[in-house]
C-alpha cells in the first residue's frame, strides 16, 4: 500500500508546548493532514467548548504556509455553563492563532449568514450537539459550502443524544463520499461537496476496500495513541477486570485488546453497510409493491373474464352441435390410415350430389377409379 496517498510530514507533528492541554487529541494527526491534503482556503468550526481539532488545523495551516483563512464560531448559547473555560479558550487563541484565525460570536441560527456563499472548504463540528445543529440546517449551511467542502464529525463511535454523533454521521455519510477513524470515539468525514479534493480522492476510496480502510484506521490509533486516545484507554481499562488483569498485563497485550477492538469495529461497520444495502432494497420493494398489487388484480380480473366467457362457450348449443357432429363424423370416418383419403374421396361427391344429383355423382366417382 502506498501511504503517501494517506500520511505526510504533517501526520506527524506535535501540538505546540505552549497550547498542548488544549490541541491534545486523538485526532490531531488526522487533522494537520487533513489540512496538508485538502489545503482549505477557509476552515470553520462550530462551537468552540473542544477546540483541539480547530487549534490544530490552525496551527497545520500556519506551518504549511497555505492562505487559509480559520474561523471559531462562539455560539452565544453555549457559554453560560462553561463561561471559564470559554473565556481561557478564546484567550489562548487570540494569543496563538491571531495571525491565521479569529472568533465570531453569534447564535446557531445566525451562523449560517456570517458566510458567503461556497466558500467554507472545512467545517468542524466541536461536539455531538453542533453536528445536529448542523444536519437540522443542512440546507442553509449547503449555500455557504464550496464544491469541495469537508465536514468533519467528532465521537461517531459512541451513540446516545448529546454524547456522541454515531446515527448522525451515518445519516451524513449516506449516499455521499465518506471515512470514519474509529479510535478515541470516532471521528468521520464526509464529502457535502459536488466534487472531492484531490488529496482525499483515496482516502474516500479506501473506505470501500476493508484491508486498506483498517491499516489507515491503525496508522492513525496508532499515531493518535500518544495525545490521549481516551476512548480506547476506557475500553482497555474494562478489559483490565478480566482474569488477565492486573499490573502484569504488558503493553504487547494491550496493543493486541486495542488491534481486537479496531477489527470489531470494522466488523461492526460492515454489517452497517449491509444494513443499509438491505433497508435500500426493502425500500425499493416497498415502492414497486403498489405496482405489483395493481398487475395482480388486473390479471386476475382477466382470468375470471376469460373463465367465464369459457364457461359460457361450454353451455352454448353451437358447440353442443359441434360436438355432435364431431361424433357422427367420427362413427362415419373413422381415424384409420385411409381415412384422409376417405375423407378426400367422400367430400367432392357429396358436392357433386349437391349440384348434379346423386347418379350423377356416382358416375364421376367411378369414372375417377
Same mark, same amino acid.
Given at each position: 500500500?502506498?501511504?503517501?496517498? @494517506?500520511?505526510?510530514?504533517?501526520?506527524?507533528?506535535?501540538?505546540?508546548?505552549?497550547?498542548?492541554?488544549?490541541?491534545?487529541?486523538?485526532?490531531?494527526?488526522?487533522?494537520?493532514?487533513?489540512?496538508?491534503?485538502?489545503?482549505?482556503?477557509?476552515?470553520?468550526?462550530?462551537?468552540?467548548?473542544?477546540?483541539?481539532?480547530?487549534?490544530?488545523?490552525?496551527?497545520?495551516?500556519?506551518?504549511?504556509?497555505?492562505?487559509?483563512?480559520?474561523?471559531? !464560531?462562539?455560539?452565544?448559547?453555549?457559554?453560560?455553563?462553561?463561561?471559564?473555560?470559554?473565556?481561557?479558550?478564546?484567550?489562548?487563541?487570540?494569543?496563538? @492563532?491571531? %495571525?491565521?484565525?479569529?472568533?465570531?460570536?453569534?447564535?446557531?441560527?445566525?451562523?449560517?449568514?456570517?458566510?458567503?456563499?461556497?466558500? !467554507?472548504?472545512?467545517? $468542524?463540528?466541536?461536539?455531538?450537539?453542533? *453536528?445536529?445543529?448542523?444536519?437540522?440546517?443542512?440546507? /442553509?449551511?449547503?449555500?455557504?459550502? /464550496? #464544491?469541495?467542502?469537508? $465536514?468533519?464529525?467528532?465521537?461517531?463511535? *459512541?451513540?446516545? =443524544?448529546?454524547?456522541?454523533? @454515531?446515527?448522525?454521521?451515518?445519516?451524513?455519510?449516506?449516499?455521499?463520499?465518506?471515512?470514519?477513524?474509529? &479510535?478515541?470515539?470516532?471521528?468521520? $468525514?464526509?464529502?457535502?461537496?459536488?466534487?472531492?479534493?484531490? %488529496?482525499?480522492?483515496?482516502?474516500?476510496?479506501?473506505?470501500?476496500?476493508?484491508?486498506?480502510?483498517?491499516?489507515?484506521?491503525?496508522?492513525?490509533?496508532?499515531?493518535?495513541?500518544?495525545?490521549?486516545?481516551?476512548?480506547?484507554?476506557?475500553?482497555?481499562?474494562?478489559?483490565?477486570?478480566?482474569?488477565?488483569?492486573?499490573?502484569?498485563? #504488558?503493553?504487547?497485550? =494491550?496493543?493486541?485488546?486495542?488491534? +481486537?477492538?479496531?477489527?470489531?469495529? +470494522? +466488523?461492526?461497520?460492515?454489517?452497517?453497510? *449491509? &444494513?443499509?444495502?438491505?433497508?435500500?432494497? &426493502?425500500?425499493?420493494?416497498?415502492?414497486?409493491?403498489?405496482?405489483?398489487?395493481?398487475?395482480?388484480?388486473? $390479471?386476475?380480473?382477466?382470468?375470471?373474464?376469460?373463465? /367465464?366467457?369459457?364457461?359460457?362457450?361450454?353451455? #352454448?348449443?353451437?358447440?353442443? *352441435?359441434? +360436438?355432435?357432429?364431431?361424433?357422427?363424423?367420427?362413427?362415419?370416418?373413422?381415424?384409420?390410415?385411409?381415412?384422409?383419403?376417405?375423407?378426400?374421396?367422400?367430400?367432392?361427391? /357429396?358436392?357433386?350430389?349437391?349440384?348434379?344429383?346423386?347418379?350423377?355423382?356416382?358416375?364421376?366417382?367411378?369414372?375417377?377409379?
Amino acid at each position: 500500500m502506498d501511504v503517501s496517498a @494517506y500520511l505526510s510530514e504533517a501526520s506527524f507533528w506535535t501540538p505546540d508546548p505552549a497550547l498542548e492541554p488544549l490541541c491534545r487529541s486523538p485526532f490531531s494527526p488526522v487533522a494537520s493532514w487533513l489540512v496538508d491534503a485538502a489545503r482549505p482556503r477557509k476552515v470553520v468550526q462550530l462551537g468552540l467548548r473542544e477546540p483541539g481539532l480547530y487549534l490544530t488545523a490552525c496551527e497545520a495551516a500556519r506551518r504549511l504556509g497555505i492562505d487559509a483563512r480559520c474561523l471559531l !464560531i462562539d455560539l452565544a448559547e453555549d457559554d453560560a455553563p462553561f463561561g471559564a473555560a470559554v473565556m481561557r479558550i478564546r484567550e489562548a487563541h487570540d494569543r496563538s @492563532y491571531a %495571525g491565521v484565525s479569529r472568533c465570531l460570536s453569534v447564535h446557531a441560527a445566525d451562523a449560517p449568514a456570517a458566510f458567503a456563499d461556497g466558500s !467554507i472548504d472545512l467545517i $468542524l463540528a466541536s461536539t455531538p450537539d453542533d *453536528v445536529e445543529r448542523i444536519q437540522s440546517s443542512l440546507g /442553509a449551511w449547503r449555500a455557504k459550502l /464550496a #464544491s469541495g467542502a469537508i $465536514l468533519v464529525v467528532p465521537r461517531t463511535c *459512541v451513540e446516545g =443524544r448529546g454524547l456522541g454523533s @454515531y446515527a448522525a454521521f451515518r445519516d451524513l455519510a449516506d449516499g455521499r463520499p465518506s471515512f470514519e477513524f474509529t &479510535h478515541g470515539g470516532g471521528l468521520g $468525514l464526509v464529502a457535502l461537496g459536488r466534487s472531492i479534493p484531490a %488529496g482525499l480522492a483515496a482516502l474516500f476510496e479506501a473506505d470501500a476496500i476493508p484491508s486498506r480502510r483498517n491499516a489507515i484506521r491503525q496508522v492513525y490509533a496508532r499515531l493518535g495513541g500518544g495525545a490521549g486516545d481516551e476512548a480506547s484507554a476506557t475500553v482497555l481499562d474494562l478489559a483490565d477486570f478480566g482474569p488477565a488483569s492486573g499490573p502484569n498485563r #504488558s503493553h504487547e497485550d =494491550r496493543l493486541a485488546l486495542r488491534e +481486537e477492538v479496531l477489527m470489531l469495529r +470494522e +466488523e461492526l461497520a460492515h454489517l452497517e453497510d *449491509v &444494513h443499509r444495502a438491505v433497508a435500500r432494497e &426493502h425500500e425499493a420493494l416497498s415502492r414497486e409493491a403498489p405496482w405489483l398489487r395493481r398487475d395482480v388484480e388486473h $390479471l386476475r380480473h382477466h382470468y375470471t373474464f376469460a373463465a /367465464a366467457q369459457l364457461e359460457e362457450v361450454r353451455r #352454448s348449443t353451437a358447440l353442443k *352441435v359441434i +360436438e355432435r357432429g364431431r361424433r357422427v363424423r367420427g362413427r362415419l370416418f373413422p381415424q384409420t390410415p385411409l381415412h384422409g383419403r376417405c375423407l378426400g374421396v367422400s367430400i367432392p361427391l /357429396a358436392r357433386g350430389a349437391a349440384v348434379a344429383g346423386p347418379r350423377a355423382a356416382r358416375s364421376r366417382a367411378a369414372g375417377r377409379r
